[in-house]
């Protein structure tokens, strides 16, 4: 695609989390005269690399190296610690840059919305996995891990995260970049035994084989699953014999070898019970979570077409800790409009729209803010392309005025006297960061204070 002469197309990238980075980078690969500014409401980038990828998952935070290339690109400008909404208003975005881009991901956690979820005790997954990642705005966030049972809700991923972080000794977890304020408390814990606890079949679990068999590899845990529950009815093994539910069916064969430890009640070993089929139905406790009642369920209908029929045979279990993990949810701006449940940002084809359908001119959306919550890291690579394709689609609209873009906005922060972060500010409280963390044999010792990243700098 080509510009037209003299114009420099000017975009503003709200969030720097990996899918802010694929579309700066997908910009920048289209061969457009393009100065892309990533605006970021915390001093550091990279989002849910930073703050929601596992701990103990180094491996796959590494992916940041490649977000430090295209943040060090010439077109591209990374502005930290600066709030969209308050800082800056997206109105003001709108006058300054030709499109705006909402890559804001998914920060917060559906809930369930029954009885008792506000009893102390029980946590959003959300709060918890950004507490131990160190994310500054849940260090306030306290957890009792005195109890000996603890429940995790939802059979998905985040789920497995947290179960693994509960079970790891603390030695395992020091190896990880869970912050020391943190690896205190987790030095208390005394929890035996983690329900994760799904309200339909193994067949219909969002686990990825890769977390689903790491899980059973853990040190002094043993993972059992009920044989009962993979007694499967007809629809169900229609699903799984479905060609292309190779997720389920790699599943299912992981499932089998925790059946064999049903039995196994080593008082030594960590307890993971993987239970199905049970529905939450209220938390119970005087102002602390005591126990948790369940509905017993079981699936109706046709294959992928199952419903949830409740049985009316109710199930307590006792606990003292319980984090709800079913699922995450987007944040709101003003004036821009979210779709329920997901609160995804209103789109058609990645272009914003308003309640009435109406294609908002020059605001787009990539990533999890765009499609919900889904697919890994890569995946948003794709989803960031789709996105700058369509920008680039429409880009004679924008082709006939030019921007004050990355300009106006830093006079405007100047009058403001807004403190920002740049990268290469980044870059100094990355490598105070890894000194101490080294210091202490784990890959980084991250600020979970935005107070303490700014004194870096
Ligand atoms: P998820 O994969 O969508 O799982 C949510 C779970 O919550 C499902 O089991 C769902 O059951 C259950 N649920 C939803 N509403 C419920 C309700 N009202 N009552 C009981 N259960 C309910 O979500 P997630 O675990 O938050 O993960 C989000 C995304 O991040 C996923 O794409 C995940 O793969 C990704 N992720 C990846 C990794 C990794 O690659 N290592 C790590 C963490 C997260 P139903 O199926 O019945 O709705």
New binding site residues.
Partial sequence: MKSANNFTFQVAIVGSGPSGFYVAEALVNSGISTEITILERLPCPYGLVRY???PD?QK?KSVSHTLDAIAEHPSVTFLGNLEVGKDIQISELMELYHVVVFTTGMPGS?L?GINGENLIGVHP?STFVGWYNGHPDYQTQSFDFGHDTAII???????I?ICRVLTKSIDELRKSDIPDSALEVLSENKIKNVHLI???GPV???F?TK?LHELGKLENCNVSINPKFLKLGTACQQELDEISNQLARKNHVIFQTYINNFKEKNADKKQIAIDFML??KAFKGDKKLQSIIFEESHLEGTAFKQISVLSNRLLEISCGLAFT????KGAKFDGLFNDSPKETLSNVNSRLVNDHGDIIYGMYAAGWVKRG????IGTNRECAQDTVDRILEDLTIFADHSALGRNGLMSILKVRNIQYVTFDDWKIIDAIEIEKGQKLGKPREKFTSVSGMLACI
Avoid: F, M, W, Y
């Fill in positions: 929601g990828v596992a998952h796959l559906s369930l997954s809700i939802g059979h998905g991923n985040v789920a995260d799904g309200r339909r219909q679990a969002k990825t977390e529905k939450p993990s079913v699922g995450l919550p889904n697919g890994v």
